[in-house]
Each structure stands twice: as C-alpha cells, then as structure tokens.
C-alpha cells in the first residue's frame, strides 16, 4: 500500500503555471506506476498524464499534450504534474494516483485526497 498527499494546488491567472506535486509514502514508491486526474464542477472524473515506474514513459490526454508534464523521481519519492499556459478550462480538483501494473487503470487502486486547482480569467 501506498499512500499519498498532493500539494502546489492554487489561484493562478491564465497563461500562468503551476506545478503540483505527489508525495508518496508506505511501500516502495518507484513499485508503483503513477498517474493524475482531475475533476471539475459538474463533470466526471478525467484522465490527465500517466507514468511508467522509472519514468521513461509518458502518456497524456489529448488536451494536455503540449501544455502538461508529468515526471517523477524516485529517490524522492514524488511525483510531478508542470501545468504550463494554463486556462479558466483547467480549473479542477488534481488528484494523484498510484497503480500496479503497466497501463493506467481506469480507476487506479490508491489515491491522494486531491489539491485544488482555480485559473482565473
């Protein structure tokens, strides 16, 4: 088990930045394959950015590409989300993830309580 505490949640304008971390803690961080979701007022739950164990694979939502990158490192134990350009749109609860295997899950087993994100226009 692995348990985790999101934090760099903020008001930030649009066009700003912002950079989220996932401090992780229990077993084996690097054990664990790591991902971000987010969720807005009214809407569902969405996928983000995912990464691979080591950190040498990256997947992105379509609308992220180009704006979002996610990273970790190990040693550690934390997890990065680098929010560039961001806008009103991107407003959401952040929540970070952690799951077993080599593809993100739809709903992974472990999650942090999530770090609020506000891009005002």
């Known amino acids: 088990q692995v348990q985790l505490v999101e934090s760099g949640g903020g008001l930030v304008q649009a066009g700003g930045s912002l950079k989220l971390s996932c401090g992780g803690s229990?077993?084996?961080?690097?054990?664990?394959?790591m991902a971000w979701f987010r969720q807005a007022p009214g809407k569902e739950r969405e996928f983000v950015a995912g990464?691979?164990?080591?950190?040498?694979?990256?997947y992105y939502a379509d609308s992220m590409k180009g704006r979002f990158t996610i990273s970790r490192d190990n040693a550690k134990n934390t997890m990065y989300l680098q929010m560039n350009s961001l806008k009103p749109d991107d407003t959401a609860v952040y929540y970070c993830?952690?799951?077993?295997?080599?593809?993100?899950?739809?709903?992974?087993?472990?999650w942090g309580q999530g770090t609020q994100v506000t891009v005002s226009s």
């Open positions: 993830a952690a799951f077993v295997g080599t593809v993100v899950p739809a709903n992974p087993q472990y």
């Open positions: 229990g077993r084996t961080f690097s054990s664990f394959g």
């Open positions: 990464i691979s164990r080591s950190g040498s694979n990256t």
